[in-house]
């Protein structure tokens, strides 16, 4: 065997090795991945519903409200006023928005619970509220608000107000 081939056999040993190792680093990451989450509290801001298991014994009344800040020339109103549910059950509302003037306008809506401790138990899955709205001039939208009321809400709380105000978002340095 001369001198290039052993050189070769040497160079694809080595290749394989390493190959090997990769893999096996590879497979050794997930594990390792989510060990590291678990210590940093990586991917915490996940929504947690602790009980999505619905509550058949158990009525809430959820109303819902919608306000316009100060000067804002929007139609802003829930489509469903009221709603039963029972604490677990994943449900969808529709909010409507209508800009009326002329011109687009941005808005961002701000969500606020009555009683306030019921906040800490309805959890909006999706919402408007999420991020700002464009609306072009005389636009109109049905926007939804997909949420479940945990089941751990007290026992003594037996309606919920979900109440949104819209106000307009105004860039620094920009005139109406």
């Known amino acids: ?3 290039g081939s ?4 040497i160079i694809l040993k080595k290749l394989i090795l390493v190959t090997l190792l990769m893999f096996g680093f590879g497979y050794a990451l997930i594990p390792f991945y989510k ?3 678990d210590v940093t509290g990586l991917n915490k801001d996940k929504i947690k519903v602790s009980n999505t298991q619905m509550d058949p014994a158990r009525w809430v009344t959820i109303e819902f409200d919608a306000n316009i800040g100060a000067k ?3 139609v802003f109103e829930p489509q ?9 059950e994943i449900k969808q509302v529709m909010y409507r928005v209508v800009n009326l003037t002329d011109r687009t306008i941005v808005g961002q809506a701000v969500p606020s619970y009555g009683p306030a401790q019921a906040g800490a138990y309805f959890k909006k899955i999706e919402c408007f509220c999420f991020s700002q709205q464009t609306l072009k001039p ?5 926007m939804p608000v997909q949420f479940v009321v945990q089941n751990d809400l007290p026992k003594d709380v037996h309606t919920i107000t979900l109440s949104y105000t819209f106000f307009e978002q105004v860039k620094a340095g920009a005139t109406k």
Do not use: A, D, V
């Not at 709603?83 to 677990?88: A, F, M, N, T």
């Not at 005389?138 to 049905?142: I, N």
């Open 72 to 74: 804002l020339p929007w």
């Open 80 to 88: 469903t006023k009221s709603l039963r549910i029972h604490p677990g």
């Open 1 to 3: 065997m001369n001198q």
């Open 6 to 9: 052993k050189q070769n056999r």
């Open 35 to 37: 060990k590291i989450c």
């Open 138 to 142: 005389h636009e109109e939208r049905l």
